[in-house]
């Protein structure tokens, strides 16, 4: 049974004010949408609790908002708070390719918090339950698979990078059962720009219910594209808008090297945010087939073809759109076709934009792009971190014996393009500093923290957020207490797999 506050309890219970949700997804055509409640969970404990983003959305954090009993009975499901109007949404997807029906099977939107600043954003529970979309699944997730999530999402937003957020994760008390066996229960509060996808016009397509397809794009639009009415075709501007967000995206997803693991259509969002962070990891020696996924077999997703599988998916997002781009079938694919060529070279301008930065480079040369190629050739060849690389090319080369030689010659070649520019040392300097990170999430960091707070240390992992809040703060990375974080993975180790955890 869930109770729901009503505006006279909030004043009495911790944390539970400033709530001021709207649902205007809820208003869409019921097609994609299904009201449903949380389930309620035996014992909830708050487990992490981000104080600051609860402050950004403009609620009451409270005294001791990261124990507070009332914000883990929230933040469970076990309480509505104000207002709230909880449903699942409906959506499809590509899966490594092959289309199916999918929903949301253990998350559920709360409503859409209004800030203080008048911004809108998604309050989804994940793990929170079964609904309607869950075929036999038990709708709900691990404590690991869920404090995963909190601390890649929050890393990624530290690095700049478009993201859901995390809010808080709440232990269940409960055990979830998995392949592996009994895995302790966990509720992960998601906070997003929308949760609209791929997926979500697929869904509607499928269908072809028309008058949802045209209700589903005015409301992509005036949520998350304002700027493009009065385009003369705006199925088409949505389109075009939404390629350039998605290429944007996946170009700074790769200046990190980030392998989202996962890109389904079902998993790219219109807002242009990084969405699920199941089978995710960030790539250490450089290596374009990259993989993390444990059922990624055949490298779909491996983290050279992201920029691939993205036009792939914009592909699926345009095949949707067709009836509202034009009424003539074969000029409607014209214009689509048209628009999908664009995204490579959206691509590839934003990439090499964000890779001159990590280089030091404030102008553009045509050469360019074979010098960040060369560099990348012999990260290859010699198997250097990626990271450390990027961080550290004023003096990597002294300590490179034995690739000296060729790391050298690429060494003078970028010297000789830095004094082709006006800037000086200094300000090259901060200019790669503010885009070479000198902290990434390293998997084997990740790893140790969620095996602690697993077995009730949750110490570790608020140690390793401490440190990924400040990625690129260089001078506090080398203080000799967090040099650790810095260091790869020791040799030898088995090779690293993540799994989805549904």
């Not at 400033?18 to 299904?34: A, C, F, K, T």
């Not at 389930?39 to 908002?65: C, I, S, Y």
Request: proline share 5%.
């Amino acid at each position: 049974m869930i109770c729901e506050i009503d505006d006279n309890a909030k004043a009495k219970a911790p944390g539970a004010g400033g709530w001021r949700l709207e649902h205007s997804y809820g208003q869409l055509p019921s097609l994609l949408h299904v009201a449903v409640g949380p389930t309620a969970v035996r014992a909830p404990r708050m487990v992490v609790w981000n104080r600051k983003l609860a402050e950004e959305l403009g609620l009451d954090a409270g005294a001791d908002a990261g124990r507070g009993a009332m914000l883990a009975e929230i933040f469970s499901g076990n309480v509505l708070p104000p207002r709230a109007a909880p449903l699942a949404q409906a959506y499809a997807g590509h899966q490594y390719g092959h289309f199916t029906t999918l929903g949301d099977g253990r998350a559920i939107l709360l409503g859409e918090q209004i800030t203080p600043r008048g911004e809108r954003f998604d309050v989804q529970l994940k793990g929170a339950g079964p609904t309607p979309f869950s075929r036999r699944g038990d709708g709900r997730a691990t404590l690991g698979a869920m404090l995963r999530e909190y601390v890649i999402s929050e890393a990624m937003h530290a690095l700049g990078i478009p993201t859901t957020r995390s809010l808080a994760v709440v232990a269940t008390g409960e055990e979830v059962w998995r392949q592996d066996g009994a895995r302790p229960g966990a509720v992960l509060t998601r906070v997003a720009a929308s949760h609209v996808r791929v997926g979500t016009f697929e869904w509607v397509a499928a269908r072809q219910d028309e008058v949802a397809k045209k209700a589903l794009v005015a409301y992509t639009l005036q949520r998350h594209y304002p700027e493009l009415a009065g385009a003369e075709n705006l199925p088409l501007a949505l389109l075009g808008a939404v390629i350039e967000r998605q290429a944007r995206l996946i170009a700074q997803w790769m200046s990190v090297g980030f392998v989202h693991g996962v890109m389904n259509t079902d998993n790219m969002a219109l807002s242009g945010e990084t969405i699920d962070y199941g089978p995710c990891a960030f790539m250490e020696a450089y290596e374009p087939a990259t993989v993390f996924s444990s059922i990624d077999r055949d490298g779909r997703y491996a983290y050279g073809n992201q920029p691939q599988i993205g036009q792939w998916n914009i592909a699926r997002f345009a095949e949707t759109l067709l009836s509202e781009l034009h009424p003539q079938e074969e000029q409607a694919i014209e214009l689509a076709t048209e628009a999908i060529g664009g995204f490579g070279k959206s691509f590839q301008r934003q990439w090499l934009a964000g890779m001159r930065r990590k280089l030091g480079l404030f102008n553009e040369e045509p050469e360019d792009g074979a010098l960040i190629e060369s560099l990348l050739a012999w990260m290859h060849t010699a198997k250097a971190d990626f990271t450390t690389t990027f961080a550290e090319l004023e003096t990597l080369g002294a300590t490179e014996p034995g690739r000296a030689s060729e790391f050298q010659e690429w060494l003078v070649r970028w010297q000789a393009r830095l004094a082709r520019q006006p800037q000086s040392a200094k300000e090259v300097r901060r200019l790669r500093r503010a885009n070479c990170p000198a902290v990434i999430p390293r998997n084997h960091r990740v790893e140790e923290a969620l095996a602690a707070a697993e077995a009730g240390d949750v110490s570790v992992m608020e140690r390793l957020l401490t440190v990924l809040a400040a990625p690129y703060d260089h001078g506090r990375a080398r203080a000799a207490d967090l040099v650790e974080y810095r260091m790869p993975a020791p040799e030898g180790g088995e090779e690293y797999r993540t799994f989805c955890g549904t």
